[in-house]
């Protein structure tokens, strides 16, 4: 068979197809254009990759592989939107092996640039093809090897308000290396240039072992003290490199995780990774590791960000365990069975007293999904048994709501903890059942409406400011929202041009928990309000907005299920929930407590006709 019969063809996605990608906004800015650069050139098999940029890739991105190449009628057909040749029905959407699958970014970059592609086929004629904002220029032949080169110019030039929201060609070109490194790095026999403004910035080659690799992007002082990591358990693997823990930086930048090969940032892995370090890393700080997560396909949803730069896993907890038990593990730890979410010991001078129901021992003990409780025969068992002594007894029990008033309910003492996330507490009207976390995010929520009702929310400074890279539309929101913020107690600066924000204070209510999720989030729903941002209604969408901001911070600030409580600490969180006007719900509405009335046990035990 020649090479042309092999060639993938390009063919227009079908519209059902379309509706279901993960819908947005593909290039923001010059780096995430050499991305999708760099993946087409990886998808087309190339082990050889060139880079050049200028300007911060403001003026010039250029790639050039040794990849399968195009012939003239893919050319042409590339630069339609949804034209692919990597998916084509539905079912290869849960199973996606390529790093692109969208068929967007070429004609994306194309619209708002100069962009020219030269490509050849082994053993055909090259061709070249010319767009200026989206408008074809010309196809015509030209001599080529196989490969395909990609020229992007002028990037944003005919969308101004864009361009005056790219940074400074410094950072612009910060983020184009850090791409550069993060491919290079992602996997052996792949030879690597970067040039800048003429100047080559990194090389790595084919011939290179992980560990020159790693040396060539990221230097000798991370090469030199790196442990391998090498972990696999059900269908799970974990493998890579960790740094040592003594030259830990102030931010994950050198924290390289790879999904399937493919690159991606996610806050739940970070933690996971320095969860695994545990004290040998102080607090706030990151370590450099390259990291390789291989699993099922199935397992992992690609298709949720329109820069692909996130993945969804379909049991995110089993992953979070698995990365931290494989780096304590390799760093030389015990592998520590602990829940996930509780790090490091408090900061209790940082946390408002009425947030404070201290924990009588650090977390131990697997969660309670993974084995605590009674097995499944043992909970089918007991109320069976119940109900053979006394057929007669009303079914369950119901929401208190249902029998009492939903405030002020009498004093309650607490008994014991149940799986680590109900409290039982006795009264004198029979055994209360406490949701935990339901509880504590209803006190939260009305000590924070309050609070910000009053003065605004108590903020914590960081000791160490953190700066926020936030793409163009949230760096607006951020500008616009600012003082709203801060009466959130979230403190943001600006610093430098063009949108950059440092990161001051955060709601001292969030404690150790990252404050970046609910941030995003706020910024996020001010973002879908930017009409009214703009204009005169700008008050009254905030005050809209303000519920829902402070649910998910209560929520990220209350105690969780699977936190183990000592007595004291249940007594409190039942002493402010009875004072808590309709303590008996969380605020989303789901019952916080269920009783089972002392009457109902007594006849259950047969005491009571
Ligand atoms: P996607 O990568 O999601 O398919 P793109 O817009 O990035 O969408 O590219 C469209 C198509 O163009 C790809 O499916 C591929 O067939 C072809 N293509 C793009 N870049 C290259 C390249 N460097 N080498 C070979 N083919 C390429
Ligand atoms: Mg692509």
Redesign the pocket.
């Known amino acids: 068979m020649d090479a042309l019969e092999l060639l ?3 063919k227009l996605l079908p519209d059902q197809l379309i509706n279901r990608i993960a819908a947005g906004e593909v290039v923001e800015r010059p780096s995430a254009v050499l991305k ?2 760099v ?3 990886l ?2 098999g ?1 082990d050889r990759l060139d880079i050049e940029v200028s300007d911060g890739g403001k003026k010039l991105i250029m ?1 050039r ?1 040794n ?4 012939d003239e009628d ?2 042409l ?3 339609e939107r949804h ?5 084509g029905g539905e079912a290869d959407l849960g199973r996606i092996q ?12 194309g619209a708002v640039s100069d962009l020219a ?1 030269t ?1 050849a086929v082994e053993g055909g004629e090259g061709h070249k093809v010319t767009l200026a904002a989206g408008r074809l220029l010309g196809l015509a032949p030209v001599a080529s090897n196989r ?4 020229e992007v110019r002028n990037l944003f030039y005919n969308v101004p308000a864009r361009r005056k929201f790219l940074k400074s060609d410094r950072t612009e070109s910060a983020h184009l290396l850090e791409v550069a490194q993060s491919y290079a790095l992602s996997r052996e026999g792949l030879r690597l240039t970067f040039r800048e403004n003429g100047r080559e910035v990194l090389a790595v080659e084919g011939r290179h072992d992980f560990q020159t690799r790693v040396f060539k992007v990221l230097g000798r002082g991370v090469a030199e003290g790196l442990t391998p990591l090498a972990w696999e358990r059900e269908g799970l693997s974990v493998s890579g490199w960790l740094g040592a823990p003594d030259r830990p930086l102030a931010s994950p930048a050198r924290l390289f995780v790879y999904v399937l090969g493919r690159p991606v940032r996610d806050r739940l892995l970070n933690r996971a990774l320095a969860e695994g370090y545990g004290r040998l890393l102080p607090r706030g700080t990151w370590p450099a590791a390259i990291i390789f997560l291989d699993l099922d396909p199935a397992e992992v949803d690609v298709n949720v960000h329109p820069a692909k730069a996130e993945v969804r896993f379909r049991r995110p907890s089993a992953i979070f365990s698995a990365l931290a038990d494989a780096v304590a593990g390799a760093v030389g730890r015990a592998p520590q069975p602990a829940s996930p979410w509780a790090a490091r010991p408090p900061d209790e001078a940082a946390r408002p007293p009425w947030l404070d129901y201290p924990k009588s021992e650090p977390k131990s003990g697997p969660e309670p999904e993974a084995g605590n409780p009674p097995g499944p025969d043992e909970a089918d068992r007991a109320p069976s048994n119940t109900r053979e002594i006394s057929p007669a007894a009303p079914p369950g029990p119901a929401p208190l709501a249902e029998t009492a008033p939903s405030t002020n309910f009498e004093p309650l003492r607490p008994l014991a903890q149940l799986y680590n996330s109900y409290i039982l507490a006795e009264g004198s009207r029979g055994l209360y059942l406490v949701d935990q976390h339901a509880a504590h995010e209803r006190v939260l929520f009305n000590k924070l409406k309050q609070e910000l009702a009053r003065s605004g929310l108590a903020s914590q400074t960081l000791l160490l400011p953190e700066p926020l890279d936030l793409p163009p539309r949230q760096a607006r929101a951020a500008e616009k929202m600012r003082p709203h913020l801060a009466r959130l107690g979230f403190e943001l600066e600006p610093f430098g041009e063009g949108g950059d924000f440092l990161l001051r204070g955060v709601p001292a209510i969030l404690g150790h928990e990252d404050p970046l999720p609910p941030l995003m989030e706020i910024l996020g729903a001010g973002q879908d309000h930017a009409a009214a941002l703009d204009g005169a209604g700008l008050k009254e969408a905030l005050e809209a907005l303000a519920d829902s901001w402070l649910y998910s911070l209560a929520c990220r600030a209350a105690i969780k299920a699977g936190e183990k409580m000592d007595l004291k600490a249940m007594g409190r969180l039942l002493e402010d929930m009875a004072q808590e006007p309709r303590g008996a719900y969380c605020p989303h509405g789901r019952p916080a407590i269920q009783l089972i009335e002392r009457v109902t046990i007594e006849r259950r035990f047969a005491r009571k006709p």
């Not at 390529?98 to 970059?109: V, Y």
């Not at 490969?147 to 990609?150: A, D, F, N, R």
């Open positions: 993938p063809r390009v999708e650069l993946e087409n050139s998808d087309a190339a790639v592989d990849g399968h190449g195009m893919n050319l057909m590339c630069l034209a692919t040749s990597k998916i390529t790093l692109g699958f969208r068929g967007e970014a070429l004609p994306s970059i592609i490509s490969g395909t080169t990609v």
